[in-house]
């Protein structure tokens, strides 16, 4: 399980289940446990107003440098 933040404001945004190691691009509506952003539009923000992500049909398009994440991912 990960916590996605904020980079702007350092507030907590997502809860997620990242499946293997490497690069976070995208997050799967189905693995994201808790959510605290958010949404205008396709917009997906945190409530200081930086954009995160774009809401896209199954998972969130994450902008990179928007949001920094830790915690410990699933191995495959």
């Known amino acids: 399980?990960?916590?996605i933040r904020c980079s702007r404001c350092g507030r907590k945004l997502?809860?997620?289940?990242k499946l293997g190691s490497g690069r976070l691009w995208h997050?799967?509506?189905a693995r994201i446990v808790e959510d605290y952003s958010i949404r205008e539009g396709t917009e997906v923000k945190c409530p200081c107003g930086n954009v995160?992500?774009?809401e896209q049909s199954k998972w969130i398009?994450?902008?990179?440098?928007?949001f920094s994440y830790s915690g410990a991912m699933i191995e495959r």
């Open 1 to 3: 399980m990960i916590i």
């Open 14 to 17: 997502f809860k997620y289940q």
């Open 27 to 29: 997050c799967w509506n």
């Open 52 to 54: 995160i992500g774009i």
């Open 61 to 66: 398009k994450l902008k990179q440098g928007a």
